[in-house]
């Protein structure tokens, strides 16, 4: 992982939240929150929670009897997810998921969405958030499977990749594509003391309107415009309408199914 594998700022998480939403996000986020539906009362944690799309899904989801606590390591996503909703049980804070300020065994659930994979110390998280768990609460998260089991994603860094051949951009295949190993998942959650631990492979298709929506939403509003500008300074808007172009050739001009895959865990504190 790189500097730049975690710049969510400027425009990036308004683009990310209209782009990447439908297309990634929201199916696995209603997911989620569908496995906490039974808690009636008490605390949730959300770590990792960018704009705010699984704090939505739990405030559709949850009683406003529970609080649902939202953070983030970018302040910046914090301030466009407090934009998007506005629920009495949900409260806002900036915090690092591998050093959070909150008291031990203090909620009844923790959930991330694609965020452990941005943790330089992955055990140092999965640690975490077991110490704040209470006893009998679980740790529910999601991580990408491989990414050519997400063949729309993969298409769009395949098709930047073939614009920058003596350095292609890999920050896809890098970071949120690169830890599809349920083995090693198992292993370090294990490890890191909990004694409950289910993996589900779970498959989900969102529709995509054309083809320029995923190109905008990964190449403007993801980390990977982060490397197109370091290698194209002020050529980002041509490099996603040729991409745009490539994945038209794929697909068709649209829309088209967007099939994607990904590991969903639940780890219990006993």
């Known amino acids: 992982m790189t500097a730049t594998d975690t710049a969510f700022a400027g425009s990036i998480p308004a683009l990310y939240d209209r782009y990447l939403g439908p297309l990634l996000f929201e199916p696995y986020g209603q997911d989620l929150a569908e496995r906490l539906k039974d808690i009636r009362q008490g605390r949730v944690l959300e770590t990792a929670a960018g704009t705010g799309i699984v704090t939505r899904a739990l405030a559709r989801t949850l009683p406003s009897e529970a609080e649902i606590v939202a953070t983030d390591l970018n302040q910046a996503m914090l301030d466009h997810a407090m934009t998007q909703i506005h629920a009495p049980n949900v409260r806002w804070q900036q915090a690092d998921a591998q050093s959070l300020p909150f008291e031990d065994a203090s909620f009844d659930a923790v959930v991330c969405q694609f965020g452990m994979m941005f943790l330089p110390d992955k055990p140092r998280g999965y640690r975490e958030a077991l110490r704040l768990l209470k006893p009998g609460g679980r740790f529910v ?130």
């Open 141 to 270: 998260f999601n991580i990408w499977g491989r990414i050519a089991d997400n063949p729309v994603s993969e298409a769009v860094s395949d098709a930047v990749a073939k614009l920058f051949p003596d350095d292609p951009p890999r920050f896809l295949e890098r970071t949120p594509y690169g830890h599809a190993d349920p083995d090693r998942i198992l292993g370090e959650v294990e490890q890191a003391g909990f004694e409950a631990v289910e993996i589900d492979e779970v498959k989900k298709t969102s529709v995509v309107r054309s083809p320029q929506d995923p190109v905008i939403g990964l190449c403007q509003g993801s980390p990977l415009r982060g490397e197109i500008e370091a290698r194209a300074p002020g050529r980002l808007e041509e490099i996603t309408t040729r991409a745009t172009e490539v994945l038209a050739e794929h697909f068709g001009t649209g829309p088209f199914e967007n099939p994607m895959l990904a590991f969903v865990v639940t780890a219990r504190r006993t």
